[in-house]
C-alpha cells in the first residue's frame, strides 16, 4: 500500500507565509509528477503547482511569484512554501502524486488526505 501524508496547514494571517509537506510511504518503484491542488466551499478542485520527476515546475497563474513548489526525493516528499497568502487561498489543499509501484506496471494516482489552509484579513 502507498500512502501520502500531509502537514503544515493552518491559520495564518493575511500576508503570512506557510509551508506544507506531504511525504510518500509504503513499497513502490518510483515516483513521477507531484502536485498541490485546493478546493475551496462550493468550488471545484484546482490545481495549485506540479513538478515532474525532473524539476520543472507550472503553477496556476493565481500563485504565481507567491508559491514555490520543491520535491525531495531522498524523502519521497513534495513542498509548497506559500507566501504573502491572501484569504482567497483558504480551501483544503490536496497533495498528489503519480506512483508506478512495480518496474512493469503503469503510474498511480494517489492523494493525501487534505489539509486545511485559512487565511484572514
Known amino acids: 500500500q502507498v500512502q501520502l501524508v500531509e502537514s503544515g496547514g493552518g491559520l495564518v494571517q493575511a500576508g503570512g507565509s506557510l509551508r506544507l509537506s506531504c511525504a510518500a510511504s509504503?513499497?513502490?518503484?518510483?515516483?513521477?509528477?507531484m502536485g498541490w491542488y485546493r478546493q475551496a466551499p462550493g468550488k471545484q478542485r484546482e490545481l495549485v503547482a506540479a513538478?515532474?520527476?525532473?524539476?520543472?515546475?507550472n503553477y496556476a497563474d493565481s500563485v504565481k511569484g507567491r508559491f514555490t513548489i520543491s520535491r525531495d526525493n531522498a524523502k519521497n516528499t513534495v513542498y509548497l512554501q506559500m507566501n504573502s497568502l491572501k484569504p482567497e487561498d483558504t480551501a483544503v489543499y490536496y497533495c498528489?502524486?503519480?506512483?508506478?509501484?512495480?518496474?512493469?506496471?503503469?503510474?498511480?494516482?494517489?492523494w493525501g488526505q487534505g489539509t486545511q489552509v485559512t487565511v484572514s484579513s
Open positions: 498528489h502524486m503519480k506512483i508506478l509501484r512495480f518496474i512493469l506496471g503503469v503510474n498511480s494516482d494517489y
Open positions: 509504503g513499497s513502490f518503484f518510483s515516483i513521477n509528477a
Open positions: 513538478i515532474t520527476s525532473g524539476g520543472s515546475t
